[in-house]
């Protein structure tokens, strides 16, 4: 794609609200483009990819060029990052550029950090290799320094997963199944689906292949009563009302009234019935107490440092913190801890997160488990496997990582109450 000089001052403006990390980058950007409605759609996909992959490499771009300068650092992305070549860009650039951005494509890393090679934090570089060692820390760390695919689930209630294969074929879009989640379709590239008639009739959603394999934990069955401890967008919420056949009765619960609200179109195009939003305000909230104890199972969708999403929200990096993980690891076990009361004897938890750090997965999972005697923990994999789902791996918990499963970096665990 032919880029302009326009398209590049463009990108820097935008990069250069992102970089307050004020917001979530991707609601920055979407505020940036409603105040620019002249941008085409070619303008806009130029401004998105290149403000993203200053996002995703921002420490080993600011190593080079020397500053957080939202120019510089979009001109340094397209050479280094995105492979054009520095004398492409000369008719677009500025007395002096030229000859700056030719000498930085033919130098080398600045610095033989890793942390800086693989643009991260120290607080996280160090944290992912005490996790999981500096080899496999270096595979996660790069694997999370690409663009992640895009992923729809099938909404299994109103339609078959091959019959949505065709129509996207039939409209000129390449998909193939997922080779994990049995409800998943990957689109071989990127394309705009916000009014295509699979979204607007509620065929498919956008979830990531993870994300489905999550839901499928809970095995939710027609007739039974499940919670969603925490449905945020209500895209796992949908997924165990399409399980559950609209049969039985499923509680949304969030504490915030905007997430609800705009989950509400998602869940009348849904064709569910079953499906109840109920804002809490918080984790012990008179709604939750009612229930207790009357619940076949309960899915908690933690909130947490979202490191396994960084493909997607590499602004993540760089709004966090390690003293803001050791807060959310205490609000973690509260929630776990309240939505347990809610399972009857013989019920299940399903604790999950989209994190890649110990002390809010697995750590989480067993302070509860010693503060609980009552519970145990069940295999993931098993669970799994008996829908069909192979190739996640061994032991209790689910594990999901960007350069094994192609999935976001997804953790998960299946807890039982005992019965009585």
């Not at 942390?115 to 080899?135: F, K, M, Q």
């Not at 074929?169 to 199944?177: L, P």
Request: charged share 25%.
């Amino acid at each position: 794609m032919e880029i302009t000089r326009a398209q590049i001052g463009s990108a820097a403006n935008a990069l250069a609200a992102q970089l307050t990390f004020e917001r979530p980058a991707d609601v920055t950007l979407r505020t940036w483009f409603r105040a620019n409605p002249n941008l085409g759609s070619r303008d806009r996909a130029f401004v998105a990819d290149a403000s993203f992959a200053v996002l995703r490499h921002l420490r080993r771009l600011e190593s080079v060029v020397g500053s957080r300068e939202p120019r510089p650092l979009i001109l340094a992305a397209l050479v280094l990052v995105l492979g054009r070549s520095a004398r492409s860009l000369e008719p677009l650039l500025k007395p002096g550029e030229g000859d700056w951005l030719n000498g930085l494509a033919r130098t080398g890393p600045a610095t033989d950090s890793p942390a800086i090679r693989l643009s991260l934090p120290d607080w996280l570089y160090e944290r992912l290799v005490t996790a999981h060692g500096p080899e496999l820390a270096e595979r996660i760390a790069q694997s999370m320094l690409n663009t992640a695919p895009l992923d729809l689930r099938v909404n299994t209630f109103v339609t078959r997963r091959d019959d949505v294969l065709g129509k996207l074929r039939e409209s000129g879009i390449e998909a193939v199944a997922t080779t994990l989640s049995p409800w998943g379709v990957r689109l071989r590239d990127k394309a705009s689906l916000e009014r295509h008639a699979l979204v607007t009739s509620g065929f498919v959603e956008v979830q990531d292949e993870g994300s489905q394999l999550v839901a499928l934990l809970m095995e939710a069955k027609r007739g039974q009563m499940v919670v969603d401890f925490c449905a945020g967008a209500g895209g796992k919420t949908l997924a165990l009302g399409a399980a559950m056949r609209s049969e039985g009765r499923l509680y949304a619960f969030d504490t915030s009234e905007k997430r609800l609200a705009n989950f509400e179109p998602r869940l009348k195009r849904s064709g569910l019935s079953n499906v109840h939003p109920e804002r809490i305000a918080h984790e012990n909230d008179a709604r939750v107490k009612r229930l207790a104890g009357k619940i076949d199972s309960v899915l908690i969708d933690a909130p947490c440092s979202g490191t396994g999403t960084l493909r997607r929200n590499p602004d993540l990096k760089w709004r966090g913190s390690a003293a803001g993980v050791d807060e959310l690891t205490a609000k973690q076990g509260a929630i776990l801890d309240s939505a347990s009361r809610l399972v009857k004897a013989g019920g299940r938890v399903v604790y999950a997160t989209c994190s890649l750090l110990p002390e809010e997965n697995e750590g989480v999972v067993e302070r509860f488990l010693a503060d609980h005697p009552g519970w145990t923990v069940r295999d993931a994999a098993e669970i799994l496997g008996r829908q069909g789902v192979t190739g996640v791996g061994d032991g209790p918990y689910l594990s999901l990582l960007p350069h094994l499963h192609g999935t976001d970096g997804f953790f998960a665990a299946v807890l039982e109450k005992n019965a009585a």
